[in-house]
């Protein structure tokens, strides 16, 4: 299956700035998702990174708060923006190699905002 | 949209005992079912999964049996052993890698030695 480098791993950040993510696989794929995953819930999605094209966001997520980067088949970028304490979750990247591999997630990124 | 739902949220199981997950799906188009086990910290790793056309997969201890009649899936885990505590998944998705995957709400198995 593909190999998700995801970074970083984790952060503490001021409320009011932003932070990128990134996610490099080592193979191409067509499409990338990044999810939400807060404390002892589940994973939600936020929105899916085709490359070459504008990323699709799910309800209740805005491009202008969750900017999103698609430059080629390997690698995306999640920004969170203008954060707040209610932005404090585990941000997972993921992608889908072909039949038999299923989804696979990155590492997870962090993120505390105090 | 799709919605999934699970059953239970939290399961305690003595320890070689099985173990039985279930999920509701409501979109019909749905036709991919992974589940993931995701320990503490970790992230999500995928341990089964079928697909629409088929009713029952197993690998080893673990087995999904899909009903599209009724929409609902079961994840099974039979003599269950300590290292299968963990968080379980279910997910559906209505085009395998062209589509997202709709995540259940989890549940927090507990293998009691």
């Known amino acids: 299956s593909a190999v998700i480098s995801q970074k970083p791993s984790r952060d503490i950040c001021q409320r009011g700035t932003s932070l990128t993510i990134q996610c490099q696989v080592d193979?191409?794929?067509?499409?990338m998702f990044w999810y939400r995953q807060q404390p002892g819930q589940s994973l939600t999605l936020i929105a899916t990174a085709n490359q070459g094209s504008e990323a699709t966001y799910e309800s209740g997520f805005v491009i202008d708060k969750f900017p999103i980067s698609r430059p080629n088949l390997t690698f995306s970028t999640l920004t969170v923006s203008n954060m707040s304490p209610e932005d404090s979750s585990i941000y997972l990247c993921?992608?889908?190699?072909?039949?038999?591999?299923?989804?696979?997630f990155g590492s997870g990124t962090r993120l505390t905002v105090v | 949209g799709e919605n999934v739902e699970q059953h239970p949220s939290t399961l305690s199981v003595q320890e070689g005992d099985s173990a039985v997950i279930k999920c509701t799906y409501s979109?019909?188009?749905?036709?991919?079912f992974p589940w993931y086990k995701q320990e503490l910290g970790k992230r999500p790793q995928l341990i089964i999964d079928?697909?629409?056309?088929?009713g029952e997969k197993k690998d080893q201890r673990i087995a999904v049996t899909l009903n599209k009649t009724a929409k609902h899936f079961s994840l099974h885990i039979t003599e269950t052993q300590p290292e299968d505590s963990a968080v379980y998944f279910c997910?559906?998705?209505?085009?395998?890698?062209?589509?997202?995957?709709?995540f259940g709400t989890g549940t927090r198995l507990t293998i009691i030695p």
């Open positions: 193979s191409q794929v067509t499409m």
């Open positions: 993921s992608v889908v190699q072909g039949l038999g591999y299923g989804y696979t």
């Open positions: 997910a559906a998705s209505s085009a395998f890698g062209n589509e997202k995957l709709t």
């Open positions: 979109d019909s188009a749905s036709n991919y």
């Open positions: 079928i697909r629409s056309n088929v």
